[in-house]
């Protein structure tokens, strides 16, 4: 869809352009190599010349953006072997597109024809940044994945790894979750521990929700603030606090005590999803129900349940993940026979660096991307169901 | 429907789950450890021949970075959940100062040497503390990246504040303890004399003026496998961390690593037994300890992982690595080859400049 005609652009602007990306590129890869202002004005100055050739052979772009790949990796693979290459490879592919989106004039394609050079430029600014913080939120994780592959006891990328050689990864890491006892304890506690604490706070969070949400409830606000108030408060106050009045009444140390606390922290997750459904909820219904003979507990179970069922999923997931995470409170209010995965982790972390940390960290990463898959899943069947959203 | 079985199933478990407690509580023990490679040696050299011999199940917490503190706590709330606490010897002269370990007779409650020699004496000097039965002998020591330094390895711990020798990042801990004395001593001061000079504000500042010579170079760790993580990426020359890291790093894991044991820096871990448990579990606690700590035992701990035993009788028995089957002897940072020049760290005079000292040091960091 064309808003505006095109016209190619000059060699000296493209060539402009290309440098800018050109030297942010030789940035990283100048760094890595010793010398970043090395990298900035060879990446700049070969950009420079590419976004001044593109120009001339507008018509011709399959072939010269074939040739800029393959001399990246060529490059790249002359540098520094086969991972060099494969980042050579993906900066070929790039800068191959971008000479020739700028040439030809092709990114003011889609926009606006009113808008100024200035508002042009700060549309794909906008959409860099954005890039750019993405990558920085993201990288973290994805470089925890493939270290969990490593075939040794460190959180090394070794040479063996880097070079894709198949010695330099295994399995081991993993194994070392599935057999070694510590691990599986603590596996066992977790998935013993968060179901229960999360069973606890989804009931009690629905009523005390459905509770708040009836106008002639007095100190609402005020129940309302100290029952999310675990969200609210430092966790590791709430965790001495509850250390010493748990120990008082024989809780600290047992496996009731520590199901109990994380109920505590879930419950005003679950408060907070439902109080929000149930502001879409027709109280009429409800009247509806009442005026068929229904008593109220049949009309909660039947009526108001499904209607907010979403909403106590997904504060029930949230809950989970709550207790499925948290180490500060565990810390104080387990022992060792109620230690849990994560308490395990940062036993791991402080004692020992191994990449076990890591296996675990990436089983954990899937786990939670299929829960709020699901919750997302849920909150759109809501809104469909509700007719908020058409999609 | 469905939620009343749920809560059933809740109130249940709720039920049960203190009387299963109660029940385990009975032959159960709780002992308190540093995790990682050190309490799998404990593991398999204490806990399961002991648990195969008296069927005691063991609880192993892996709390002893806090063990101080948490005891403090547990003590405040009057519910001492731990029965035997594994804690370097510094922590054990606090807990029995504040009254918070039990004070022990070493010859009544522990087991003699096979010739019959009494454990006081087979322990000799190391029993810092009443309440304190030495386990092991570890060391602070240094290693180095074979591949990086060079032509010349270092033989001598002042190579540490040798930038010109050995350019690059080291790494050192992050408290005063160790540091001081190694930069007085690389600073000319003579062994004998380091805490004469320390104990004057003069040699603080001297010591801290030393120190400044690498600030920029140093990585600061607060946990002992953060070195040998370091040293496996090249991101430092060399690096202080307690022995036993180093050995695993270089003969497990086959790092490019060597060890420099020059003025390496002697310390003691061993257990305590907290105070105010009941009789009962007292006694198991005691039992333990008495199996546990016998010359035996000690020297089993050693196939495991390269830290001394700290009985006099349990020397001659060490053997080989459970796994790699090399001798443990030479690993050990109390061999003769290794403890040619040794910093012996003055536990009292820390214990009483302390906190005078990590006030500056961390002033000093913060500059």
């Not at chain 1, 900035?40 to 950009?47: D, F, K, M, S, T």
């Not at chain 1, 994380?262 to 997750?269: Q, S, T």
């Amino acid at each position: 869809m064309a808003l505006t005609p095109v016209t190619p652009q000059t060699p000296a602007f493209t060539a402009g352009t290309a440098a800018a990306f050109g030297a942010f590129a030789g940035l990283f890869v100048g760094t890595a190599q010793g010398s970043g202002l090395m990298g900035i004005v060879l990446g700049a100055v070969i950009l420079a010349i590419l976004g001044a050739i593109a120009p001339m052979m507008a018509g011709k772009d399959k072939p010269v953006r074939w040739a800029v790949f393959f001399g990246f990796i060529a490059a790249g693979y002359a540098f520094g072997g086969i991972p060099a290459a494969v980042v050579g490879g993906i900066f070929g592919a790039f800068f191959g597109w971008l000479i020739f989106f700028v040439a030809s004039g092709r990114y003011r394609e889609s926009l606006a024809p009113y808008l100024t050079p200035g508002q042009v430029l700060w549309h794909y600014a906008f959409r860099v940044i954005c890039g750019v913080i993405f990558i920085f939120l993201i990288t973290p994780i994805l470089v925890v994945m493939p270290l969990s592959f490593n075939s040794q006891d460190f959180f090394t990328f070794t040479p063996e790894m880097l070079q894709f050689k198949a010695e330099g990864y295994s399995l081991k890491h993993y194994r070392d979750f599935f057999t070694n006892d510590d691990w599986q304890n603590a596996l066992r506690n977790s998935v013993t521990i968060a179901p229960v604490a999360t069973v606890l706070s989804v009931g009690f969070g629905t009523l005390a929700a459905i509770g708040l949400s009836q106008p002639h409830v007095p100190f609402r606000r005020a129940i309302m603030a100290i029952l999310i108030s675990p969200m609210i408060v430092p966790l590791i106050i709430s965790a001495a606090g509850m250390y010493f009045f748990y120990s008082r009444i024989g809780l600290q140390g047992t496996y009731l005590g520590v199901v109990l606390a994380h109920a505590a922290l879930g419950i005003p997750f679950v408060i907070i999803t439902v109080t929000a459904t149930l502001v879409g909820f027709d109280r009429s219904l409800t009247r509806a129900a009442a005026n068929m003979g229904a008593n109220p507990v049949t009309t909660f179970f039947k009526v108001q349940m499904p209607l907010i069922l979403p909403g106590v999923i997904s504060g029930g997931l949230f809950a989970f993940i709550t207790s499925f995470d948290e180490v500060v409170v565990v810390l104080f209010v387990g022992s060792a026979g109620q230690k849990t995965l994560p308490w395990q982790m940062f036993i791991g972390l402080r004692e020992q660096i191994s990449p076990t940390i890591l296996a675990v960290a990436t089983i954990l990463v899937v786990v939670s991307i299929g829960l709020l898959a699901t919750v997302e899943m849920l909150r759109r069947r809501s809104e469909r169901l509700r007719g908020i959203s058409p999609t | 429907m469905k939620l009343t079985k749920m809560s059933a199933l809740v109130a249940t478990t709720a039920l049960c789950a203190p009387m299963a407690m109660a029940e385990d509580m009975a032959n159960e023990l709780t002992i308190v450890s540093w995790g990682g490679a050190y309490s799998a040696s404990q593991k398999a050299a204490y806990h399961d021949p002991y648990t195969a011999k008296t069927g005691v199940k063991i609880i192993n917490d892996e709390s002893s970075a806090e063990a101080v503190a948490k005891i403090r706590a547990m003590n405040e709330a009057g519910n001492v959940t731990w029965d035997v606490v594994d804690v370097v010897a510094s922590d054990a002269m606090r807990l029995c100062d504040e009254g918070l370990a039990e004070e022990l007779d070493h010859d009544a409650v522990l087991a003699a040497a096979p010739d019959g020699t009494p454990a006081s004496e087979d322990f000799g000097n190391l029993i810092v503390s009443d309440c304190f039965v030495p386990q092991i002998v570890y060391s602070t020591t240094f290693g180095y990246r074979t591949d990086l330094v060079g032509d010349t390895a270092p033989t001598s711990v002042c190579a540490i504040f040798d930038l010109d020798a050995y350019p690059g990042k080291r790494s050192l801990q992050k408290r005063p303890i160790d540091n001081m004395e190694w930069a007085l001593y690389c600073d000319g001061v003579a062994k004998d004399e380091i805490y004469d000079v320390l104990s004057t504000p003069e040699g603080i500042d001297r010591g801290l003026a030393k120190l400044d010579t690498i600030k920029d170079s140093v990585v600061w760790w607060t946990a002992g496998a953060q070195t040998p993580q370091l040293l496996a990426d090249g991101e430092v020359v060399m690096g202080s961390t307690f022995n036993g890291r180093l050995f695993s790093a270089i003969a497990e894991q086959n790092q490019p690593i060597g060890m420099l044991w020059d003025m390496q820096s002697f310390d003691l871990d061993g257990w305590i037994v907290p105070a105010g448990l009941s009789a009962e579990r007292k006694a198991r606690a005691m039992d333990y300890l008495f199996f546990a700590t016998d010359t035996q035992r000690l020297a089993d701990q050693a196939a495991y992982i390269s830290y001394g035993p700290a009985r006099k009788s349990s020397a001659p028995l060490v053997g080989k690595h459970a796994t790699l089957g090399i001798d443990m002897a030479p690993h050990m940072p109390t061999d003769p080859a290794n403890a040619g020049n040794v910093h012996t760290y003055d536990y009292e005079w820390w214990a009483d400049n302390r906190d005078d000292i990590d006030a500056k040091f961390q002033a000093w960091l913060a500059k």
